[in-house]
């Protein structure tokens, strides 16, 4: 999956220069944001995971709530893994890097996968396409012919009259507003084995939608989260236990 955050200018998810919290390396490597969520959160709007395009040229969508600001997109390296290709096993930087901007030249390394040494900029990795789908407004009516309080009983100690009299003062209306609701999620399955015997494979696990949000609540994170697995298991060492050519 392909976690994010839409949030206001005060709230700060990372410093470029500065090393990522242990919240938002797990948030980064594996999507997952309950450490984000014992951080700071003040100025979050809304958290989302988008699903990713297994390979080549696709499609990929999602829904989160954000403000009138737009934002800004660009890839970044949370400083977190080694890796420099999509495809990298799981290699923890120790100590950890900074955050850095990812660009045309940096990383610096002819095996990364942003490298690009005859280009100024990166080419296009993804386009994004913006729809509204809906805009929530906090709103309150009230009706102005209401008469001031001080006003009416100006009125009625003028007045002498055998006859009661009732002033009736209608009450303001409040639009309603129902609180948004986030999703709630079931614990996480065991880990599958391994699907390979030798050499590198995936496990995997998932979970399910406890209760789904509503009214622009935070939506459901990943269903489903992958690891790699049987990389001290080589298929070379196996074959010779067996064979021997």
């Not at 096993?89 to 100590?95: K, L, V």
């Not at 009214?215 to 067996?242: F, I, K, M, T, Y």
Request: with cysteine; net charge neutral.
């Amino acid at each position: 999956m392909s976690p994010g955050r839409s949030h206001a200018p005060s709230y700060q998810l990372f410093r470029v220069g500065r090393t990522a919290s242990e919240g938002l390396r797990l948030f980064a490597e594996t999507g997952r944001s309950h450490l984000l969520e014992l951080e700071n959160d003040i100025g979050v709007l809304d958290q989302f995971s988008g699903s990713p395009v297994p390979s080549g040229l696709g499609t990929s969508s999602t829904r989160f709530f954000v403000d009138s600001a737009h934002s800004r997109v660009g890839p970044m390296d949370a400083g977190s893994d080694n890796g420099l290709t999509f495809t990298s096993p799981d290699w923890s930087s120790e100590p950890p890097g900074p955050v850095t901007i990812i660009t045309a030249h940096s990383p610096k390394h002819p095996a990364g996968s942003f490298f690009y040494p005859d280009i100024q900029e990166l080419p296009v990795l993804a386009t994004f396409h913006l729809h509204k789908d809906k805009v929530y407004r906090l709103s309150e009516t009230q009706s102005n012919n209401v008469q001031p309080l001080e006003e009416v009983d100006n009125t009625v100690k003028q007045r002498e009259m055998s006859n009661d009299v009732s002033f009736i003062l209608p009450s303001p209306r409040v639009d309603k507003i129902r609180r948004s609701r986030r999703c709630r999620m079931s614990a996480w399955s065991p880990w599958s084995p391994c699907s390979a015997t030798c050499g590198q494979g995936q496990s995997t696990r998932n979970r399910k939608v406890a209760r789904p949000a509503r009214r622009g609540g935070r939506p459901c994170p990943s269903l489903e989260e992958a690891r790699w697995c049987g990389l001290d298991n080589p298929c070379s060492q196996l074959d010779h236990q067996h064979f021997d050519w």
